[in-house]
């Protein structure tokens, strides 16, 4: 099939309809115009493009289609319209979920592109329209939007200096994969990999850059946190993929997996709900940006398997913590318990998504996290530390693993399976309950019949042609392994369950940035105020003087020089002193 427009077009055109329909009839058009890419991103052929399309003054790509940017195109678009389903049953207003549909049409934008140019523009207006989406809930959420918008700001700029510099080497903005592109993939120079990867890892949540994402997403709509948990660090990954397309980059790989234990671990220390899901995003994702730092098929094609799970089982999560927030009003942990007699439905459609996200044999996590497990074990370098057959960064991913069994054994156990809830509460209705089944369903599906996944990826996994070493799911060792993570997650929260029960909540770099970051723009803003005031108070009363001066030379000898007359000037040229008082009051005015 030709194309006929960029898939962000129909998403956009909904986000600007619905303000002004019912909201009923809005959310309908928008999730019949959303449903639309998704057929259309799939049926559209593997190579086709729109070229020549002028931007900025520059040569772009609007709309290009590779098995990259199709299987997230699929997944944007499915996700979009579960969200707005979600949304209109969750009591959403038409304003946020127009929000929310702008910043999937960015984010598709973003991924269609075809050129470094249109994706740094679509990638700056992800964070306008994800920005608005968290402010619009008012509150809490205003602060933590500010703090989203500069960080993502600055991690924007360095990206688009990446850009620049990429465009000074090669002359051009287009992908190598697009006619007329330069002969090699990826960006160009020494430093633009450097920047992007730091401006790239903003999205992504590096450890050290990633506190934006348990500060933001907890605070906005229940039903906003469902479009904020999938968008911006999907998009990241396809971005890191599109700077270091081939080799991948070790560094990069390694932080994947320090990401995986990092957010884990934190997520654990988590009764926030939605913040202990937002620190498993950051963990989740360092799966993906391992894969894409270890680069090859095998591991590229488990980055991208791991983005399209991972955008069902989190988004499911945030839906059922987000029904629990709907019905019950609680964030806390501490506040809930035995929800799953009360709410069996939400109860049931969050043990899939735990199973999922932990990677439990028979759930769409096993299949895609195994992937990405075994290229670090066959396609990766060894590393300095090992424990028999596995090495390092292996050992990283495994043990993030173990990590995510006892964030979600915690969370089910305090939420849904212990105690007793204080009242009486319904579970979800019917909307919600629809949009929760469905995805669960599919969590089930891809997990059981892992070739449906495969299909999509952008190389055959099961062809040792192709990949480093041939995948398959289902055997004896990888079975094992996905049973021996969760048997060691349930003796390590059994371990820490009494200590975690009185625990506060654990610092993370926020506390030392934040108030640094606020503190020393204030600060700044008071000396440049002050100088300023100084500056200009010093600059009036100079051009008073200098006008004194030209007006009445002999005056200001006099007061200068102390006497009384002013017919001694002891060859002070008079004519000379005019001048260069009339200059000097000029460049006084200038200052001002």
């Not at 619905?18 to 049926?43: D, I, M, N, S």
């Not at 990888?478 to 969760?486: N, S």
Request: net charge negative; hydrophobic share 50%.
């Amino acid at each position: 099939m030709e194309p006929i427009v960029p898939p962000f077009v129909p998403v956009l055109l909904a986000a600007l309809l619905l303000p002004f329909l019912g909201r009923k009839l809005g959310h309908a058009a928008a999730g019949l115009l959303t449903g639309a890419v998704v057929p259309y991103v799939w049926l559209v052929d593997s190579g086709a493009h729109f070229a020549d399309v002028d931007l900025f003054g520059f040569e772009t790509v609007l709309f290009n289609v590779d098995p990259f940017s199709t299987l997230m195109g699929l997944i944007f678009a499915f996700i979009g319209v579960v969200g707005v389903a979600y949304s209109y049953y969750s009591d959403a207003e038409n304003i946020q979920t127009a929000f929310a549909l702008s910043y999937v049409a960015s984010s598709l934008g973003a991924v269609f592109g075809g050129d470094w140019l249109t994706l740094i523009f679509f990638w700056e207006l992800m964070a306008v329209t994800s920005t608005l989406l968290v402010w619009h809930y008012g509150g809490k959420a205003v602060r933590a939007g500010y703090r989203y918008a500069l960080l993502h700001g600055v991690g924007g700029t360095l990206f688009l200096g990446a850009v620049v510099w990429h465009f000074a080497e090669t002359g051009t903005f287009l992908f190598a994969s697009v006619p007329g592109g330069p002969e090699t993939a990826g960006l160009a120079g020494p430093v633009a990999p450097i920047l992007a990867a730091l401006g790239v890892g903003v999205n992504v949540g590096f450890v050290g850059l990633h506190a934006w994402l348990p500060d933001t997403y907890p605070r906005p709509h229940i039903a906003a946190s469902v479009f904020l948990c999938v968008y911006t660090t999907k998009t990241g990954v396809y971005g890191m993929y599109r700077v270091f397309p081939n080799d991948g980059n070790v560094a990069v790989a390694y932080m994947g997996g320090v990401m995986a234990v990092f957010g884990a671990t934190m997520a654990l220390f988590q009764n926030d709900m939605r913040r202990l899901l937002s620190y498993h995003i950051q963990s989740q994702v360092g799966y993906m940006v391992a894969g894409v730092g270890i680069g090859g098929a095998l591991a590229q094609s488990g980055a991208f398997a791991h983005v399209f799970n991972h955008i069902l089982y989190k988004g499911l999560l945030f839906m059922t913590a987000g029904v629990v927030v709907y019905r019950t009003g609680e964030e806390s942990l501490k506040k809930l318990g035995g929800l799953a007699r009360e709410m069996p439905i939400t109860a049931g459609a969050f043990t899939v998504a735990a199973l999922s996200i932990a990677g439990f044999p028979g759930f769409n996590g096993f299949v895609s996290k195994g992937i990405v497990i075994s290229a670090s074990h066959y396609a990766f370098e060894k590393g300095p530390i090992h424990l028999g057959d596995f090495y390092t960064l292996e050992l990283l991913l495994l043990i993030g693993g173990v990590g995510t069994f006892m964030s979600f054994i915690k969370f089910g156990y305090y939420a849904f399976f212990h105690g007793e809830y204080d009242g009486s509460v319904k579970d979800a209705n019917r909307g919600q309950a629809a949009a929760m089944v469905l995805v669960a369903a599919l969590c089930v599906f891809y997990g059981i019949f892992d070739g449906a996944l495969f299909s999509l990826l952008p190389f055959d996994v099961t062809n040792g042609d192709v990949v480093a070493h041939a995948y398959k799911t289902y055997t004896v060792p990888h079975l094992i392994e996905g049973v021996a993570l969760a048997v060691l997650g349930l003796i390590g929260f059994a371990l820490v369950k009494k200590p975690l029960s009185g625990l506060g909540r654990v610092p993370d770099v926020d506390n030392l940035y934040n108030p640094a970051t606020f503190y020393g723009a204030r600060y700044l803003v008071v000396g440049v105020t002050e100088l300023y005031a100084r500056v200009d108070d010093a600059a009036v009363a100079f051009a008073k003087a200098s006008v004194a001066v030209a007006k009445d030379p002999d005056a200001a000898i006099a007061r200068v020089t102390g006497r009384e007359s002013v017919e001694t000037k002891a060859g002070i040229d008079r004519s000379l002193l005019l001048v260069l008082a009339v200059l000097v009051a000029a460049m006084a005015v200038l200052l001002i």
